[in-house]
C-alpha cells in the first residue's frame, strides 16, 4: 500500500511507508508537460531521504543536453543524472538517495507502456529501497510503485 502526499496525505508504499513529494518536485515536473505537438518526453531522477516510515522526495534530475527524446520515447543517456546522484549522495553522507525516476507522456491521462513496466522492473532489481516513478501526463500526474498507482490532478 502506498500513501502519498505533497506536504499533505498522499499514499503508503507497499513496505507500509509514507510517500512525500515536495511542492518543488512536482512543479519542475510539471513544466515539462506536453502541451504542443512538438513538446518532446522529458524525464529524470527522483531523490529521496527515507526512514523507517516515511519516504520523503526532496529533488530530482531533469532532461539534460545528451538525453535521447522524441515526441514519445525518453532515454537518460547523459551522465550529469549519475553526477548529480553521487552528489546528493556524498553530501548528504548517504542519506538521500535516488529512488526513482520521472518521464511525461503526451496524454491528458498518463498510462504506463509496456517499455515503462519494463524499465522499472530493472531498475527495481538495482534499487536498495521500493522504487517510486512519476509520470507527468498533460492534465494529470501518476505515481507508481511496481505494485500500485496514484493519481493528481493538476488545477
Same mark, same amino acid.
Given at each position: 500500500?502506498?500513501?502519498?502526499?505533497?506536504?499533505?496525505?498522499?499514499?503508503?508504499?507497499?513496505?507500509?511507508?509514507?510517500?512525500?513529494?515536495?511542492? =518543488?518536485?512536482?512543479?519542475?515536473? =510539471?513544466?515539462?508537460?506536453?502541451?504542443?505537438?512538438?513538446?518532446?518526453?522529458?524525464?529524470?531522477?527522483?531523490?529521496?531521504?527515507?526512514?523507517?516510515?516515511?519516504?520523503?522526495?526532496?529533488?530530482?534530475?531533469?532532461?539534460?543536453?545528451?538525453?535521447?527524446?522524441?515526441?514519445?520515447?525518453?532515454?537518460?543517456?547523459?551522465?550529469? +543524472?549519475?553526477?548529480?546522484?553521487? +552528489?546528493?549522495?556524498?553530501?548528504?553522507?548517504?542519506?538521500?538517495?535516488?529512488?526513482?525516476?520521472? +518521464?511525461?507522456?503526451?496524454?491528458?491521462?498518463?498510462?504506463?507502456?509496456?517499455?515503462?513496466?519494463?524499465?522499472?522492473?530493472?531498475?527495481?532489481?538495482?534499487?536498495?529501497?521500493?522504487?517510486?516513478?512519476?509520470?507527468?501526463?498533460?492534465?494529470?500526474?501518476?505515481?507508481?510503485?511496481?505494485?500500485?498507482?496514484?493519481?493528481?490532478?493538476?488545477?
Amino acid at each position: 500500500m502506498l500513501t502519498l502526499r505533497t506536504k499533505e496525505k498522499w499514499a503508503n508504499s507497499s513496505e507500509g511507508k509514507e510517500v512525500i513529494i515536495e511542492p =518543488s518536485v512536482t512543479n519542475a515536473i =510539471s513544466l515539462y508537460r506536453q502541451i504542443k505537438i512538438t513538446d518532446p518526453e522529458s524525464g529524470g531522477l527522483l531523490f529521496a531521504k527515507v526512514s523507517a516510515d516515511t519516504i520523503h522526495i526532496l529533488s530530482l534530475t531533469t532532461p539534460q543536453p545528451l538525453d535521447k527524446a522524441t515526441r514519445t520515447f525518453f532515454q537518460r543517456e547523459d551522465p550529469k +543524472h549519475l553526477i548529480a546522484a553521487k +552528489h546528493l549522495y556524498k553530501t548528504s553522507k548517504g542519506e538521500i538517495n535516488c529512488i526513482g525516476e520521472w +518521464h511525461t507522456h503526451p496524454e491528458p491521462i498518463p498510462t504506463p507502456s509496456s517499455i515503462d513496466r519494463r524499465t522499472w522492473k530493472a531498475f527495481a532489481k538495482n534499487s536498495t529501497f521500493e522504487p517510486i516513478f512519476i509520470i507527468q501526463g498533460q492534465k494529470m500526474l501518476k505515481v507508481f510503485t511496481l505494485a500500485t498507482e496514484y493519481t493528481q490532478t493538476l488545477k
